[in-house]
């Protein structure tokens, strides 16, 4: 069975950083396209960034570009979320998704989805 499984969140000051962890079950991390997403109360959702091992490819959003960094650790099969520079407007449930296709920047290119994290950045 496929399973993503978030953990980290929480709340940090506006400045601080935090980092995310997306732990795979039933598939190779490495062998996925491994993204980010994010929604916020009453906002659509909104991608955080993406990272392949196996083309190389990858994206951020323009909102967090520079702040933020997604890698990944084949031997534990976990992909992360560094974000660093935390903002109040990057309060939202932040999910790990999953696609054994490529680095999509739509939603609905991603089979399988972790329950998300709750990520709130205090001003």
């Known amino acids: 069975e496929v399973q993503l499984v978030e953990s980290g969140g929480g709340l940090v000051q506006a400045g601080g950083s935090l980092r995310l962890s997306c732990a795979a079950s039933?598939?190779?991390?490495?062998?996925?396209?491994i993204a980010w997403f994010r929604q916020a109360p009453g906002k659509e959702r909104e991608g955080v960034g993406c990272i392949s091992r196996s083309d190389g490819t990858g994206w951020y959003g323009d909102s967090v570009k520079g702040r933020f960094t997604i890698s990944s650790d084949k031997g534990e099969n976990m992909a992360y979320l560094q974000m660093n520079s935390l903002r109040p407007e990057d309060t939202a449930t932040y999910y790990c998704?999953?696609?054994?296709?490529?680095?999509?920047?739509?939603?609905?290119?991603?089979?399988?989805w972790g329950q998300g994290t709750q990520v709130t950045v205090s001003s």
């Open positions: 039933g598939f190779t991390i490495d062998d996925y396209a």
């Open positions: 998704a999953g696609s054994d296709y490529y680095c999509s920047r739509f939603d609905d290119r991603y089979d399988y």
